[in-house]
């Protein structure tokens, strides 16, 4: 499922949580280390581009300190705005103020997935919208994926929910989270079957879907006579209705006639 996704339905999935979102979005709101540009229009000796330092304020020439913490570059505009008119610098200065990068407010994300490292919160983003930009989920990936937000309890997210829209299932991320995809749980299938080898093992899957994924059995094989090794155990016979395992070793046996 995960790896047939459409890109029209990626892109509606993702127009639909920006447009919940975009009533309540202030903007991306200043911490330390992010990097801010402040252009005061035709007043260049003002412009300064610096960093929010550990203590939430920049330095502006002529003005001093501004506290830029927990302001968003509207917000910290108007600050400066003010700053220069009080001081009588200017009488209505035209500010803008542009983040250059985002560090303070970011997710990590980790495991099997595209791109892995931080994602800037620049926006609001649900867990789908930050794999995406991360390059999405390997085909070596789980179909699920580990939230992990400091302080709380981890969160398994499925994939195919999603993609799939649900909006319970697709939580609004929080700086400091990491999402972490793990290799996707796989077993081994050989002897008389058509296609041989390590296969990634779906949600709920049998032995006997295990059989079909893997090409069927070859005429030479019997589809109800099959071996299972499992953990460090023993070969045992299986029954093809039971629920495949991660590492389980499957062996279709010959016909004896």
């Known amino acids: 499922m995960k790896r047939l996704i459409q890109a029209g ?33 035709g007043q260049s000796e003002f412009n300064v581009t610096t960093r929010v330092k550990a203590d939430g304020t920049i ?3 002529l003005i001093g300190i501004v506290k830029a913490s927990g302001e968003t570059n ?15 610098f200017l009488k209505d200065p035209l500010v803008n103020v542009e983040v ?21 919160l620049d926006r609001p983003y649900h867990a789908l919208e930050a794999l995406l930009k991360s390059g ?14 400091p302080g709380q309890p981890e969160r398994k997210l499925e994939v195919e929910q ?25 077993f081994f299938i050989y002897g008389q079957i058509a296609g041989p080898g390590m296969k990634g093992i779906l949600p709920g899957m049998t032995i006997r879907q ?5 090409g069927g059995v070859t005429p030479s094989g019997k589809a109800d006579k099959v071996g299972l090794v499992r953990g460090n155990g023993k070969e045992i016979d299986a029954d ?10 499957i062996i279709i046996k010959e016909r004896l006639f």
């Open 136 to 149: 999405w989920v390997r085909a070596d990936g789980a179909n699920y994926v580990y939230l992990r937000r």
């Open 9 to 41: 339905m990626m892109s509606a999935l993702i127009s639909g949580a920006a447009l919940a979102q975009g009533a309540d979005y202030k903007g991306y709101v200043l911490g330390p280390d992010d990097s801010v540009q402040v252009i005061v229009y």
């Open 59 to 61: 330095v502006m020439p």
């Open 240 to 249: 093809p209705s039971m629920k495949v395992q991660n590492g389980d070793v």
């Open 210 to 214: 295990a059989i079909a994924l893997a």
């Open 100 to 120: 250059g990068s985002y560090i303070s407010r970011s997710v990590n994300i980790a495991g099997a997935v595209g791109s892995p490292g931080i994602v800037p």
């Open 162 to 186: 999603l993609v799939r829209g649900d909006a319970n299932a697709d939580p609004l991320l929080m700086p400091g989270d990491t999402l972490f995809v793990p290799p996707a749980e796989t």
């Open 74 to 88: 509207i917000t910290l505009a108007k600050v400066v705005t003010d700053k220069l008119v009080a001081a009588g």
